[in-house]
């Protein structure tokens, strides 16, 4: 066999697999960009018989301000528990919190 005959077949071989192929890709690609128009335009035609009804979404009115969370500055005395408590939580303490705490008075 020839080389140019050789050539002719190799490439006989790969365009009957790659025709096909890009075929049904495109096909496919085709298909699902149909099925999302179908969709969008059930969606749309939902959308247009609710608002033909009157039907409003919910208001989107902003919603009145709550009050901040009080701070630990903010709290009663009595919140913070009595002094014996406190010692008892401060003896309790590891090393480096105290230091912290220390430097957060100075």
């Known amino acids: 066999m020839s080389k140019q005959l050789t050539f002719t077949l190799a490439c006989a071989v790969v365009m ?6 890009v075929a049904g890709y495109l096909s496919a690609r085709f298909e699902a960009i149909e099925s999302a128009e179908r969709n969008l335009r059930a969606i749309e035609a939902r959308l247009d ?4 009804r009157g039907a409003r979404p919910v208001s989107f009115a902003p919603c009145g301000r709550t009050p901040d969370a009080p701070r630990l500055q903010e709290l009663p005395a009595t919140a913070l528990g009595d002094d014996e408590s406190r010692k008892r939580w401060a003896r309790d303490m590891p090393a480096w919190l105290e230091e912290v705490e220390q430097a957060g008075r100075n």
């Open 16 to 21: 009957s697999a790659v025709v096909p192929g």
């Open 49 to 52: 018989v609710r608002e033909a």
